[in-house]
């Protein structure tokens, strides 16, 4: 089976920076599109940043020009860059990536999440 663990979670003032890291682990062959999710207290899970296979990037309106999503596909690794951080940034931050596995049989899987909680 195919795990994702997300980390790098903390509390941080408002104007700080995280990164956070999605490392996955079993058994892949190879990790498709990736995407970080995040649910603020009492909200709905929102879509913060995407990345493809070959680096192409999307992002949230409300996280453009602060937040970057990187991958190091030889470690099985996806990363958030999280820049210039503001209260409303607060929230479980989620991995979630499309993976192939050995088998060659695809889905989608989640990571637990990591909290991620901004001062003002």
């Known amino acids: 089976q195919v795990q994702l663990v997300e980390s790098g979670g903390g509390l941080v003032q408002a104007g700080g920076s995280l990164r956070l890291s999605c490392t996955a682990s079993g058994s892949i062959f190879r990790i498709n599109g990736v995407c970080w999710y995040r649910q603020a207290p009492g909200g709905q899970r929102e879509l913060v940043a995407t990345i493809t296979s070959g680096g192409i990037t999307t992002y949230g309106d409300s996280v453009k020009g602060r937040f970057t999503i990187s991958r190091d596909s030889a470690k099985n690794m996806v990363y958030l860059q999280m820049n210039s951080l503001k209260p409303e940034d607060t929230g479980v931050y989620y991995c979630?990536?499309?993976?192939?596995?050995?088998?060659?049989?695809?889905?989608?899987?989640w990571g637990q999440g990591t909290q991620v909680t901004v001062s003002s």
């Open positions: 979630n990536a499309e993976v192939t596995r050995t088998s060659l049989s695809t889905q989608q899987y």
